[in-house]
């Protein structure tokens, strides 16, 4: 199958299951962003983010065999939830390494979605050791957040969404990126269904790597691993298939403050009743203080996640 | 034309604009239900509430003559920036009259709608006063909050949207109730679309007059008109129109505490993303903490409008 063809052939396999999010909007926003605005709306998605959609079409997209000896993930995070559901969903088991210190309430989630969490302590044991010896002991497939064609395949549903809501046919659409799984699949599938529309990975300062690496041309890495409030979209480096995909069909990229990502979160409380997360946010941050950089009357923005907690949400609205 | 008929009219005209919101769910929320939990998520309509619905129905569906003369409402909150938006849509002009007191925010986002905003001060000034001499030397048309058909017919559009987005074939419908025009209109619609689905009014604690209306077979009032934090479903009591209509298509009513409400709140913060506003939340809030109440393995809720401050917000976190 070509690439574009992986493509259709998730979202044939998802679309019964996966949510079709609204693409939202205000008049209120659109006057901050000095032109139309429209935010997809992940962070309604089963479990709280687009990863669900990547999960359920790897699992979905697998022999039948492979499947029903289980999977195995490493996350701490939204993967980890999207994983477990789309697991539970089709009759089989999921494990999912994550760090000890892993906020409790991600560990609990994961847990009630049906997943055994394995639990490793990140100074003292190798995280692909234990994945890799319960994998080949238990027959697991381990399915990556990111470089894997199925889990592109299945973030690109998020495009194909967006060209059947909206008729825009020129102007940036902006990704919340981290490896790049639901950058490069969205591009790919808007060259096909809109190619007027550019896509552009979006960061938080200092973890700008795939900004970096576009303009470079080599994947560059990032010289923080962790300490950032945007942890959903927090990784080493773009992916290595994720990469070549992002060079040929998105434009550059764009970069944001902390303190941006979460007046955006209260924009978007404010303005149009959803929660979302720091690193779910940066891209409705960039179309709200970054319009210089910015082509067209209309900017599409992807809110990719909502899975915050409380104390870091009321942060947010006192940045309102 | 019938009553049905009136609604699916009614529809026809505000379909193209109204967002058709989504019936969200989580398995966290089903097990504190205790079944399958459905919510109709109406904090994400435009204006974040549902009452765009009935405003929209309102002005698409008056005479050209009156409209273009422009409409008058009394409202100090979601009515009123329903109707300016209504209005500003159609081309034509509003006027909504609001205590001087009412909060900041709600005057300014009515007036950035596009509304005339003419405040009056609830000891001294006459309301209705205000309103009849403005009428009378303009030509403005009144378009009331819940009596008035065009508004119920708008309104009965949620419960045509929800028999088409579950096949859900018995059980309770929970709709948050103010005036009755939500309730009335939804029960209207569902009593020809999916009779098997029974709506239930929710109000709170100490302004139950709809349930307490419902018992005695006469309109009854409270005796409080205000100091909920439910503030937009406190009314002195329900409709002339919509009473009837509740009496013969809804069950009984439920009472929720203030509590449950802002509980109810941030269930629907951690488990859906949504933002709900306490009023918006007591169908939720009875979902989920008076299941015993309830008849089905599957309950429908209302979540009616999320227009609510960060600071109330934060309050209702800190009750999760």
Redesign the interface.
Known sequence: MSTLELIHAAYTRIKPVV?Q??L?SS??LDEIAGRKLLVKSE??QHT?SFKFRGAYSALSGMEEASRKKGVIAYSSGNHAQGIALAAKMHGTSSVIIMPADAPRSKID?TR??GAEVVLYDRASEDRDEIGARLSAERGLTLVRPFDEPLVIAGQASVGLEIAAQCDVAEGDVLIPCGGGGLTSGVALALSEARPGLRVRPVEPEEFDDATRSLVSGNREVNERRDGSICDAIITPRVGEITFPLMQKYCGSGLVVTEEEALRAM?HA??R?????EPGGAVALAAALFHGEKLNGDTVIVVASG?NVD?EM??RA??H?
Chains 1, 2 share one sequence.
């Open positions: 949510r999010t609204p939202l008049p209120f962070c309604l709280g989630n009630a979605l209260a409380f404010t149009l009743k959803i929660v979302i909502g409380a949400f009321t609205l006192n309102g």
